[in-house]
């Protein structure tokens, strides 16, 4: 028999943040800090819409590119919150989350051999998708002493007569970093000068902690540059309603809603009802939550510097991203040999992109009480080194 498997997808290495989570889920008194979901219940008043759209029997398709209400509710929200303005009916799409938005972005913009640079340590579906998609990922390796922002020459250097996208992902999972508006302004004058399109994955916009959220959508020549890849799992707590949004020029929204017809049809009804009342009515709630996150953040970041393991103020998302190259050990190493000791799961940086050797991703998406009971853990671990 002939192979029936697809080289492309052979090739494609599993997800290192899985690796570790199926192995804690069967470890009795074990505790993750290795994956990025919300301890928190989603707000009431999302639940309750979707409760309410079920007792109303709102269980129907919706038309492809989402609920118009939901869309419209989406544009309005991006205008208050983050002084970007879209038309909800051809700029705007529902996706099953932002990584069916990141597929489906790629797959309607790059032909074959299309180079798509992306800054590592990332997000880990960007290089597979793009492979996917029959481009080419072209990674840069983002450093620890510049807080892992990418900068204008390390952007330049990695240009070829091939490159049409480049991928920004910040704030930033792993590392919790961020780009400034002054960081995006100087990689905005190189993607004009190099005719390039940007693919904004924005989903921890919300979480940020020293000031709001810039998208480089929102400076000068880049609204029509640029895909902002976003949705509710992260700032709503809702991961398991499996809803996200893509906003851009309409001729990339168009194709990108031909794919989801195809692929989709539409995103989860009772989902998407329940997440008008999360645009409408949840700010504070989303407020509520960053304000909890930075405080564990600032406890984790304390505890880091007391046992002396060094790590970068993270300034968004709900990551740390502390360097253990000082113990000589691989980043796999060290996360096994925590997890088979101390039954603690973190995930190798290097799970996030080469670069990430010498770092662990820790998740402080987790409440106060098991964070003091891993960071304990962790204590005793580098005592027995």
């Known amino acids: 028999m002939r192979n029936p498997l697809s080289d492309t997808v052979i090739k494609m290495k599993p997800s290192g943040i899985r690796k570790f989570f199926d192995v804690v889920s069967e470890m009795p008194d074990a505790i993750s800090l290795g994956v990025g979901e919300?301890?928190?219940d989603t707000p009431w008043a999302v639940r309750e819409e979707g409760i309410y759209s079920l007792e109303r029997g709102k269980t129907f398709y919706t038309s492809n590119a989402g609920l118009m209400e939901l869309r419209t509710e989406i544009c309005r929200y991006m205008e208050r919150r983050f002084h970007m303005t879209y038309d909800p009916k051809r700029e705007t799409l529902i996706t099953v989350?932002?990584?069916?938005?990141?597929?489906?972005?790629?797959?309607?913009?790059?032909?074959?051999?299309?180079?798509?640079?992306?800054?590592?340590?990332?997000?880990?579906s960007y290089v597979p998708c793009v492979e996917l998609a029959g481009g080419v990922p072209v990674t840069i390796s983002l450093k620890n002493e510049n807080e892992f922002r990418l900068t204008k020459e390390e952007l330049e250097a990695?240009?070829?007569?091939?490159?049409k996208l480049l991928v920004l992902s910040f704030p930033n999972n792993p590392t919790g970093a961020i780009m400034e508006k002054k960081d995006l302004e100087a990689i905005a004058d190189v993607v004009i000068k190099n005719d390039l399109y940007v693919v904004s994955d924005e989903i921890y916009a919300e979480l940020t902690y020293s000031g709001n959220h810039v998208s480089i959508a929102s400076l000068p020549g880049m609204r029509d540059r640029t895909v902002v890849i976003s949705g509710f799992s992260k700032a709503f707590?809702?991961?398991?309603?499996?809803?996200?949004y893509a906003l851009g020029p309409s001729m990339i929204i168009e194709q990108m809603t031909k794919i989801h017809q195809f692929a989709i049809m539409c995103a989860p009804t009772t989902s998407q009802y329940a997440a008008v009342a999360a645009m409408k009515d949840c700010d504070r709630d989303v407020e509520q939550m960053r304000e909890s996150y930075d405080q564990r953040r600032k406890y984790l970041l304390n505890e880091f510097k007391e046992m002396g393991l060094p790590c970068f103020e993270p300034k968004g998302a709900f990551y740390m991203f502390p360097c253990i190259s000082k113990f000589g050990m691989s980043s796999e190493e060290?996360?096994?040999?925590?997890?088979?000791?101390?039954?603690?799961?973190?995930?190798?940086?290097?799970?996030f992109g080469a670069c990430g050797e010498g770092f662990l991703r820790i998740s402080y998406a987790y409440s106060l009480d098991e964070l003091k009971e891993a960071i304990g853990r962790i204590k005793e671990f580098i005592e027995e080194l």
Do not use: H, Q
């Not at 990584?99 to 489906?104: F, K, L, N």
């Open 158 to 163: 990695a240009i070829t007569d091939k490159t």
């Open 237 to 244: 707590a809702m991961t398991g309603w499996r809803l996200g």
């Open 97 to 124: 989350g932002g990584s069916e938005g990141i597929d489906a972005c790629f797959r309607a913009m790059l032909n074959a051999g299309d180079e798509v640079i992306i800054p590592e340590p990332c997000y880990v």
């Open 334 to 351: 060290f996360a096994t040999r925590l997890l088979k000791s101390k039954k603690l799961a973190v995930v190798p940086g290097d799970a």
């Open 38 to 40: 919300p301890d928190f």
